[in-house]
């Protein structure tokens, strides 16, 4: 569960204050890599997919190989669902306008997915979607996340009002509000993945109560986001994958 901070003042600065220091992230997913190298993670209608394709990588649900690498990475997945009207943007597409200048047209929905898959890929692992075999080797491999307009009934008994993600006591699975959260795609993606990281981080001794740092922080404040895995949750996450 993840909620927004309130309040100003005193309190607002000294939330600021303790935001730890980011250190550098673990090696990275070599698509994201490549497209930090050429200037693109700063285009809101960055696309990870087709960006991998011009670089001949097979990125769509499906774990990368790693026939030419010495270390198979870690795959986690998370069986997503979303509203119907979300359904229909789930793509990357060129077009064309009336000067003849091509454009590269990012759905909403791929949006949200490649926000959720360079948060993974910054920890050093792989995430897929609707693909439980791809994790089935990895412990506590998937995660049944639904973004929803609102909480359901039966959710809305155990949250607060400032929460704005829930997961399930057996940790299967969680829900999203979108009218909490709102339509920025980077404050979905880091609610989604804090949810998913209740699971994948199980067992993980760096947390209290399923939260810590970074972005498994219980409260996000607004305008200021945890939107990465910690050193030692990186590592953790990585180790899944072996055993």
């Known amino acids: 569960m993840v909620g927004y901070t309130t309040g100003m003042g005193e309190e607002w600065v000294q ?11 673990p090696p990275n997913d070599p698509v994201l890599e490549a497209a930090a190298a050429a200037g693109l993670l700063c285009d809101p209608n960055f696309d990870y997919e087709a960006f991998a394709a011009t670089l001949g990588s097979n990125t769509s649900n499906q774990a990368p190989s790693t026939a030419n690498s010495p270390v198979a990475r870690t795959t986690f997945n998370i069986n997503l669902r979303v509203p119907e009207a979300w359904r229909k943007t789930d ?8 000067f003849g ?3 590269l047209d990012v759905g909403f929905l791929r949006q949200l997915k490649n926000g959720l898959r360079a948060i993974f890929a910054d920890a050093g692992v792989n995430l897929v979607f609707d693909n439980p075999s791809a994790a089935s080797n990895t412990r506590n491999g998937s995660y049944n996340l639904e973004y929803r307009e609102d909480f359901s009934g039966a959710v809305k ?5 400032d929460d704005l993600g829930f997961t399930y006591p057996d940790k299967s699975g969680g829900q999203v509000s979108i009218e909490r959260v709102g339509l920025y795609i980077p404050d979905l993606a880091a609610v989604g993945a804090h949810e998913a ?9 760096g947390l209290k109560s399923g939260h810590g ?16 895995f910690t050193p030692d949750q ?9 055993q």
């Open 234 to 242: 990186a590592a953790y996450l990585r180790s899944l994958g072996k």
């Open 101 to 103: 200048d091509s454009h």
């Open 157 to 161: 008994l155990f949250v607060d009002k």
């Open 15 to 25: 939330t600021i204050i303790d935001i730890p220091p980011q250190p550098a992230p």
């Open 213 to 228: 740092g970074g972005i498994m922080a219980r409260q996000l404040g607004r305008g200021i986001r945890y939107d990465r």
């Open 197 to 205: 990281g209740h699971r994948f981080l199980s067992g993980f001794a």
């Open 91 to 98: 793509y990357s597409r060129r077009t064309v306008d009336e």
